[in-house]
């Protein structure tokens, strides 16, 4: 009963704050104020490759006088050149551009959340990164062999999140009154089913990351639904050759995590209150005697799950 007690508390502590965050006026949250931060960097060496972005500010007539001196450009430098630090430069520089209107979606869900003086204020941006090209994960390298070039790519192996990146595209991808989508750009997203295939030193092997739910209309381009339907059969027997019931603990397990990650997303990490995904998430939180608790290790949870060896 004290755990219990205890569980309840934290749960309704970070409700409490999360209540809190939503709530509280912001100019920049976290990554766009870690950029600000890392102004201090003046005095580092540059790496080997530096961009410069200047964002030049529309001034408003109703926000400054026609006489004022115009403004210095605020710096900002955003140290590394990956997918992240690029992201957060094209949303920085947008905003200061004044091409962002943010609003002009009901679902609009930036990243970075300014108010009105920061949107006009000029900036000029330096990104930094180590290595000789930008892009991080987003990258591939060719190796020269006696057989001919290969390409192998840095990353990601798992892409998370892809409405994440399509925001990126339509909040700074042409103006406020012409919308530009990925699509625009010419890149599209197609999912890899099977997600991936588990091999093990003995030989055996295990594909995994099927589409959930037996309704589920997701399609790939190269998988008829048919040859999906039975691969994903035969997974779960393999799980249930591991492990007694293998097969319904592991869709047990994707259950909470998909609680978790509906109600940590908008909750904790973009910080705009959903009251709604608390519901599943209390209840897989304590299912079970909270086997699934997110604030345990996730070796914990794993163990309180799966007795087998090769599904951990």
């Known amino acids: 009963q004290v755990l219990q007690c205890w569980m309840m508390m934290m749960t309704m502590t970070m409700l409490?704050?999360?209540?809190?965050?939503?709530?509280?006026?912001?100019?920049?949250?976290?990554?766009?104020?870690?950029?600000?931060?890392?102004?201090?960097a003046n005095a580092w060496?540059?790496?080997?490759?530096?961009?410069?972005?200047?964002?030049?500010s529309a001034i408003d007539d109703n926000h400054a006088d026609k006489t004022d001196p115009p403004k210095e450009p605020t710096r900002v430098v955003i140290v590394g050149g990956g997918v992240g630090g690029l992201a957060l430069a094209s949303r920085l520089a947008t905003l200061a551009s004044g091409r962002h209107?943010?609003?002009?979606?009901?679902d609009d869900d930036d990243a970075v959340d300014v108010n009105d003086d920061a949107k006009i204020s000029p900036l000029r941006i330096t990104l930094l990164e180590q290595n000789d090209d930008i892009g991080g994960r987003c990258g591939s390298t060719r190796i020269e062999t006696e057989y001919g070039t290969f390409r192998h790519e840095r990353g990601p192996s798992l892409w998370l999140l892809p409405?994440?990146?399509?925001?990126?595209?339509?909040?700074?991808g042409g103006s406020s009154n012409n919308k530009k989508t990925m699509a625009d750009y010419g890149l599209t997203i197609q999912p890899c089913l099977p997600a991936y295939q588990a091999i093990f030193d003995d030989g055996d092997r295990i594909e995994v990351g099927f589409?959930?739910?037996?309704?589920?209309?997701?399609?790939?381009?190269?998988?008829?639904?048919?040859?999906?339907?039975?691969?994903?059969?035969?997974?779960?027997?393999?799980m249930n050759e591991w492990q007694s019931n293998g097969a319904d603990q592991w869709q047990a397990y994707l259950q909470a995590c998909q609680a978790f990650l509906d109600c940590g997303f908008p909750n904790f990490i973009q910080e705009k209150?959903?009251?709604?995904?608390?519901?599943?998430?209390?209840?897989?939180?304590?299912?079970?005697?909270?086997k699934a608790w997110p604030l345990k290790p996730h070796s914990e949870v794993l163990d309180a799950f799966f007795t087998s060896t090769k599904l951990r």
């Open 16 to 40: 409490l704050a999360s209540s809190v965050k939503a709530f509280a006026p912001t100019h920049l949250n976290r990554p766009a104020a870690a950029a600000a931060a890392a102004a201090a």
């Open 45 to 56: 060496p540059p790496p080997s490759t530096t961009i410069h972005l200047q964002a030049a």
């Open 101 to 106: 209107s943010p609003g002009n979606r009901d």
């Open 163 to 172: 409405q994440v990146y399509r925001d990126v595209f339509e909040n700074c």
């Open 211 to 238: 589409p959930q739910g037996t309704g589920s209309t997701t399609s790939s381009p190269t998988i008829e639904q048919d040859d999906l339907a039975q691969r994903r059969q035969a997974s779960y027997a393999k």
């Open 273 to 290: 209150l959903d009251l709604a995904s608390f519901p599943a998430f209390l209840r897989e939180s304590f299912r079970d005697r909270a």
